[in-house]
C-alpha cells in the first residue's frame, strides 16, 4: 500500500527556516512528479514547488523563489522542501503529493495530483 507522510511543520520566527519531509513506501518517489503545495485557511491551494523528475523539470511559485529550495534522499525514498526566509505568509498546511503519469504538457505544479499526504502545519509568527 502507498503512502505520504509529510513532517518537520512547526511554528518559527519571521526570517527563520524549516525543512519538510515526504517519505514514501510502497513507491518510488523518483520515478513520478512530485509536488509540495500548501494551504492557508480560506484561501485557495497552492503549488509551491514541483517537480517532474522524468526531465528534472521544477516548477517554482513565485512568492518562493529564491527562498525554497527542493532535495531527493534517494537512499531514504524521501524529499524534502527546505524553506528560508521564511514570511508570515507563509503560514499554512503544506502537503505533499504525487501525480503517477510523467508524459504531460505544462508546468507541474499546474497538474493533478494523484496521491497525497496528510499535511503538516507551518506557522511563521514572532
Known amino acids: 500500500q502507498s503512502q505520504l507522510v509529510e513532517s518537520g511543520g512547526g511554528l518559527v520566527q519571521p526570517g527563520g527556516s524549516l525543512r519538510l519531509s515526504c517519505a514514501a513506501s510502497?513507491?518510488?518517489?523518483?520515478?513520478?512528479?512530485v509536488g509540495w503545495f500548501r494551504q492557508a485557511p480560506g484561501k485557495d491551494r497552492e503549488g509551491v514547488l514541483c517537480i517532474r523528475h522524468y526531465n528534472s523539470q521544477i516548477d517554482y511559485a513565485d512568492s518562493v523563489k529564491g527562498r525554497f529550495t527542493f532535495s531527493t534522499d534517494n537512499a531514504k525514498n524521501t524529499v524534502y522542501l527546505q524553506m528560508n526566509s521564511l514570511k508570515p505568509e507563509d503560514t499554512a498546511v503544506y502537503y505533499c503529493?504525487?501525480?503517477?503519469?510523467?508524459?504531460?504538457?505544462?508546468?507541474?505544479?499546474?497538474?493533478?495530483?494523484?496521491?497525497w499526504g496528510q499535511g503538516t502545519q507551518v506557522t511563521v509568527s514572532s
Open positions: 503529493a504525487i501525480k503517477d503519469y510523467n508524459y504531460y504538457s505544462g508546468s507541474p505544479c499546474s497538474q493533478t495530483y494523484d496521491r
Open positions: 510502497g513507491f518510488t518517489l523518483d520515478h513520478y512528479t
